[in-house]
């Protein structure tokens, strides 16, 4: 699945200041849940928390994606945020983390969510992409790195979603 469909500009932030997991699942749970009118932020916090329960999403090298399944109206939907510091994310290499991805997939959607997952894990185990998404200087670089496309110059229509 192409990130473009899940993802919009405004659900990519750079240089939040937040200092705890929490703020950081709150934060991104607030985003998830300003694309679907059915869905809460507590709702998607709570999921994104039951998982972290489960283990780490802390990949490695500074990265994280939060995810979880959730009762929507069958569609995916994704948030990015930078922190301006990274954080303590319990991530497997125990590096502090200051790129996250967000995802909540439908609960029934199994291969979507591996194939997601497994797209985004590869992208973020990229220290070279990586690099890009922490040296780029604003939100719009990032969604155009993230979906694979170049936008600037674009149509205004084309950033509406």
Do not use: W
Request: proline residues 3%.
């Amino acid at each position: 699945m192409e990130l473009s469909k899940i993802l919009n500009r405004h659900r990519v932030t750079v240089d939040v200041n937040l200092t705890s997991k929490k703020s950081v699942l709150e934060t991104l749970a607030g985003m998830l849940s300003s694309a679907e009118p059915t869905l809460s932020s507590k709702t998607v916090f709570d999921c994104l928390l039951a998982r972290e329960r489960l283990g780490t999403t802390g990949l490695g090298g500074g990265t994280a994606i939060p995810h979880g399944r959730i009762a929507s109206n069958g569609k995916s939907i994704g948030a990015f945020i930078r922190t301006v510091e990274p954080i303590d994310f319990d991530a497997v290499d125990n590096v502090r983390v200051d790129i996250f991805f967000a995802l909540c997939v439908p609960e029934e959607a199994t291969n979507e969510h591996l194939v997601l997952l497994s797209e985004l894990a590869a992208n973020f185990s990229n220290s070279e992409f990586v690099d890009k998404l922490r040296h780029s200087s604003s939100s719009i670089e990032i969604y155009e790195l993230l979906i694979g496309e170049r936008l600037i110059n674009q149509p205004a229509e084309r950033y509406r979603s």
